[in-house]
């Protein structure tokens, strides 16, 4: 624990003194931020055991750039439900750091390609749909939900900084607020420098996958791809993305999922993802996803094209003539270029700038491989990275084409509430940075249960069966972390 106690509380005091006077100024809330340099072995230990006693906390990382965000608790959150959501976020963040106190205390460089990530930040995710329905799957999920974190720990290779938050009312006395953040630093000061160990395991565990009747049945499911892709023939409309969900419960009854487990599993065995975990409340919407959403640092924005799977082989032979099988193959390029061809044209009103590669290349997963092109530009001054998300979100590689015909049919046809299954989930800083990662191969953990989701997109070629297979590769990288392999399980369960 490197924190310098006395300069951190002076420097505190300090910036609750003058959030104060322009709460009272301009009669609103008032965020003060205040980074430093601090020593966290690992950020994972921190969002597992709690120790913060909070019911909403957040783990986000990308193990290939070496990133870590860890945030624990509350200073302040917008939720919401319905249209207009991306710029009611945008709104309110630009609001909230109009007058906010920000001190960082730290010489890590802010302006290389994969910058350190400090400083305020705004965390959450969207819905999948813009509907206000949920079923009792989802509750607690709502149409937008993000949080600056109360304290937010960031890793980027050797380096961690601490950043507390916090909000100053113009009604409240100052005392009180430096009683309140003095406690919480005192907390932060007991942090222990170790990496995150697993639980004890779980060899005689027994994973059951519960038929759900909210879920369509593997056959029903198979008999709504065989019904997209007459419509698509048909010319109704050029691609679907089909989901479907199961339900495991662990057995006996009284076993309980652990988090830190099934993240630390996913981060192992997913170094080219983005893992994410976002407590609500007793539960956690977790996965390994390969799909970038967009990234935006010092105004280049990067994202990716990513649409046609195919499985890994057993041995490299095999491997290598099915990535080659991916790269010529008539029905997955077409299914592929639908989304680079969105993806171009949702980023065109945004960015002065926007190239990308005729020629997909190959995304190694650990179970799946992928179709990946990936894209850049230059954004257009006054333009933000949630103006990006809202243009962009769903892409065919979520939703379909048209955008609107696929979204009607996914609402009526699925019967699975998507809530957050596919949705953007991010963080965005008060610099214009931020990152946001689509929420697939994800989970909804809730004690003794889990929610999978995998999804497919379909196109006029499509096989029913073909397609069912791939969701079966996809639901892998949740099931293994969950702690069972799906070749353990009777096909006719999936
Ligand atoms: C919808 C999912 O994957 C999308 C992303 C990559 C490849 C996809 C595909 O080949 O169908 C999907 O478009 C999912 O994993 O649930």
């Keep these: ?42 950020g994972l230990t921190l969002f597992s055991s ?28 917008i939720q919401l439900d319905g ?92 005392y009180r607020d430096e009683d309140y953040c003095v406690t919480i630093f005192s907390q932060l000061l007991v942090l222990q420098e170790e990496t995150y160990t697993p639980g004890a395991s779980h060899p005689e565990r027994e994973l059951l996958i ?33 989901a479907r969900g199961i339900k495991i419960e662990l057995q006996p009854a009284t076993e309980r999922f652990n988090i830190g487990d099934i ?25 390994a996803t390969p799909e970038l959403l967009i990234n935006t640092h010092n105004g280049t924005i990067h994202t990716m094209a990513l649409a046609g799977s195919a499985p890994r082989g057993q041995t490299l032979a095999e491997d290598q003539n099915i990535a080659m099988h991916l790269l010529q193959s008539k029905k997955l390029l ?9 993806i171009y044209q949702a980023l065109q009103p945004l960015c002065a700038s926007v190239s990308y590669s005729e020629n997909p290349e190959i995304l190694r997963l650990e179970n799946v491989q992928h179709l990946i092109t990936p894209l850049a530009g230059k954004l257009l001054p006054m333009r933000t990275i949630l103006d990006l998300v809202e243009a962009l979100h769903p892409t065919p590689a979520v939703g379909g084409l048209p955008q609107k015909k696929a979204l009607e049919i996914i609402r009526q046809e699925e019967k699975l509430d998507r809530g957050w299954y596919a949705s953007p989930i991010g963080w965005l800083d008060a610099y214009g940075n931020g990152e946001f990662a689509v929420a697939l191969r994800s989970s909804l953990i809730d004690g003794q249960s889990a929610t999978l989701f995998a999804g497919c997109g379909i196109v006029a070629d499509s096989d029913p ?30």
């Design 1 to 42: 624990m490197k924190v310098l106690p006395g300069l951190f509380q002076d420097t505190l005091l300090r910036l609750l003194q003058q959030a104060h006077k322009r709460a009272e100024q301009h009669k609103k809330d008032i965020l003060i931020s205040l980074t430093v340099p601090i020593t966290v072995r690992d």
């Design 50 to 77: 709690n120790r913060y006693q909070q019911d909403s906390q957040f783990f986000w990382e990308h193990p290939q750039t070496q990133r870590t965000l860890v945030g624990i608790g509350c200073a302040t959150r």
């Design 83 to 174: 249209g207009s959501r991306f710029q009611a976020v945008n709104a309110y963040w630009k609001e909230l750091l109009q007058h906010a106190v920000i001190q960082e205390e730290h010489t890590l460089s802010l302006s290389s390609g994969q910058a350190h990530i400090s400083g305020p930040i705004l965390f959450g995710g969207f819905a999948f749909h813009e509907t206000e329905e949920k079923s009792a799957l989802w509750e607690g999920f709502p149409g937008a939900s993000f949080v600056v974190p109360l304290i937010l720990f960031s890793t980027h290779k050797e380096d961690t900084t601490v950043t507390f938050n916090y909000i100053v009312k113009p009604d409240t006395a100052l």
């Design 210 to 242: 519960k038929r759900d009747k909210q879920f369509l049945t593997a056959d029903d499911w198979k008999q709504l791809v065989s019904q997209s892709v007459q419509s698509i023939r048909q010319g109704e409309y050029q691609k679907i993305v089909l």
């Design 263 to 287: 993240v630390n599993h996913l981060r192992h065995h997913h170094s080219n993802a983005y893992i994410f975990a976002l407590q609500h409340e007793k539960r956690y919407f977790c996965g």
């Design 334 to 342: 077409e299914e592929h270029r639908f989304v680079v061809s969105a």
């Design 465 to 494: 069966e073909e397609e069912y297979k791939e969701t079966c590769w996809k639901f892998q990288a949740m099931m293994n972390s969950l702690g069972v392999g799906i070749s353990t399980l009777p096909q006719q369960d999936l």
